[in-house]
């Protein structure tokens, strides 16, 4: 597991280590520091060991894989020579790219838009705009603005009529909100980002799921937090959507003292979880007891395609508990419009307040006003439009990759906009490597967990097209080939079970 110093430990090490196999007739050919080096290399590449992640020390690697420490050295010494590995005296090795090389693509962000046509992007979970709904209320704003453009046009908390639309739209989901509760961000990145400067000092804990949402891990790690992941339980097995496991929660609450958690109660991303409200009754009490502060993600919350029944909000389970919220508007309506929002104390806005106008001063009051209008008289009309979309991608997709690849695993979710899939062992790494030769964009399953876990797992999007579907599912398939050709045999090197 990662710490905040980017820190990779002998036994994360080793696990990434297990799933980069090498041809048994190379491990027989090559000597053992030659092909550790190779499996290295590879997993720096792939990105599943991040560019200045700090590698064990090699007495330590040595022990832990079973090797001798001139096994290790020579292989760091090679990594060295190709510009793999960064070394000073006093301060350790760490990961680097040589020079003039591309850093590893990224599927989790969209592809430009002159790409589309040619790529199918199963990476990023980004629905296309409801449209007209987007260009009238888009008008409509700009009818509205001259009201507006006679002041500064900074709203540090956010224009008073989104704000009092977002704080109607808790209390219908069951948890009364005033304004004074809301503040406006310019997407929910930056409401985690906000959020992460205010509660957070340097070295503090923050207990995860695991998997969990990638770019608020990196987020957290960049912030030098150090993540203590708990796992997501699945007790009847792969097809069934995951749960929180609170005994898991109760000792990491206990013993890590986190002071803060981070959680995806509503159609988690990846999984598509959605959380009882008796498990979230617990964990709060938990967090209670800890002294924790629960940051939920409810970016998703609103996508309830599959079910009518939906939980309440965390915040309205346990008022005693400390309980901040973040909400976007790109999921349900579009990305293109960059706006969140954050749920928390009146006291806690206003600090937030505060210390955003270091920074952006206030969301754009143009994308405001065409998210009030969305998100208020028009709300019914765009939460059926993205339903309806998302069911129709779902019908489509879900038997596509029956019919092509039977041998995956995956759990039907009911809502929210993501497929966690069960590979049934191939590398999602490899498959994304060989989706770049179909034309396939996908996003590896490892780029989920907080310690480069879940390879055999690959995340695809509900935001495919019903008529790409087909194609999307055929172009997959390929990608299995490809990737099961390239398949790896026994590991060069015996390294312990972690």
């Known amino acids: 597991m990662y710490d905040w110093q980017s820190t990779v430990t002998p036994l994360a090490l080793a696990r990434l280590l297990r799933t980069t196999r090498t041809p048994r007739a190379t491990s027989e050919r090559h000597p053992a520091y030659r092909v550790l080096a190779g499996q290295v290399r590879r997993l720096i590449s792939e990105g599943r060991l991040p560019v200045g992640t700090r590698l064990p020390a090699e007495r330590e690697l040595a022990a832990t894989l079973e090797l001798s420490r001139t096994t290790i050295a020579t292989a760091y010494e090679t990594l060295r020579a ?178 803060l958690a981070y959680l995806i109660p509503d159609f988690h991303n990846p999984t598509g979880a959605l959380i009882g409200e008796d498990q979230r009754r617990e964990l709060l009490a938990a967090a209670r007891a800890a002294g924790t502060t629960v940051l939920a993600d409810e970016t998703m919350a609103e996508l309830a395609w599959g079910t009518e029944r939906l939980p309440r909000p965390m915040a309205a389970l346990d008022r005693a508990a400390q309980v901040v919220t973040v909400g976007s508007a790109s999921k349900l309506i579009w990305g293109g419009l960059r706006v969140g929002w954050i749920r928390a104390a009146p006291a806690l806005v206003r600090q937030l307040a505060a210390d955003r106008i270091h920074t952006d001063s206030g969301t754009p009051v143009l994308d405001q006003l065409i998210c009030a209008t969305l998100l208020g008289e028009r709300f019914a009309e765009v939460h059926d439009h993205r339903l309806a979309d998302l069911r129709e991608s779902t019908a489509a997709l879900l038997p596509a990759l029956r019919e092509r690849l039977p041998q995956w695993r995956f759990a039907e979710p009911i809502g929210g906009m993501t497929l ?55 172009r997959l398939a390929a990608a299995v080939a490809a990737a099961e050709r390239d398949r790896y045999g026994a590991p060069p090197v015996e390294t312990p079970t972690v």
Do not use: K
């Open 82 to 259: 190709e510009g793999y590995l960064h070394s000073r005296r006093g301060s350790g090795s760490w990961t680097a790219l040589p020079a003039g090389s591309a850093p590893p693509a990224d599927a989790l962000f969209p592809l430009p838009p002159d790409s589309h046509g040619q790529v199918i992007d199963l990476g990023a979970a980004s629905p296309a705009a409801p449209h007209p709904l987007l260009a009238e209320a888009a008008a409509r704003a700009v009818e509205q603005l001259p009201a507006y453009a006679a002041g500064h046009g900074n709203y540090p908390t956010g224009v008073p009529v989104l704000r009092e639309v977002v704080a109607q739209r808790f209390t219908a989901r069951g948890l009364p909100t005033t304004p004074d509760q809301i503040l406006i961000t310019t997407g929910a990145m930056s409401a985690l980002d906000l959020l992460r400067r205010a509660l957070l000092r340097r070295g503090d804990r923050v207990a995860v799921e695991s998997p969990s949402y990638p770019h608020v891990l990196r987020a957290l790690r960049e912030g030098e937090a150090r993540l203590v992941p708990v796992p997501q339980h699945r007790p009847a097995g792969p097809e069934h959507l995951p749960c929180w496991d609170l005994d898991d929660w109760r000792q990491v609450l206990r013993g890590a003292n986190p002071r």
């Open 420 to 474: 966690w899939i069960d590979t049934a062992g191939v590398s999602g790494a490899a498959l994304s490597r060989a989706g770049e030769q179909v034309g396939l964009r996908i996003a590896a399953g490892s780029r989920f967990g907080a310690d480069g876990a879940f390879e055999a797992f690959v995340r695809l999007p509900l935001t495919v097209p019903g008529t790409a579907a087909a194609e999307a599912a055929r």
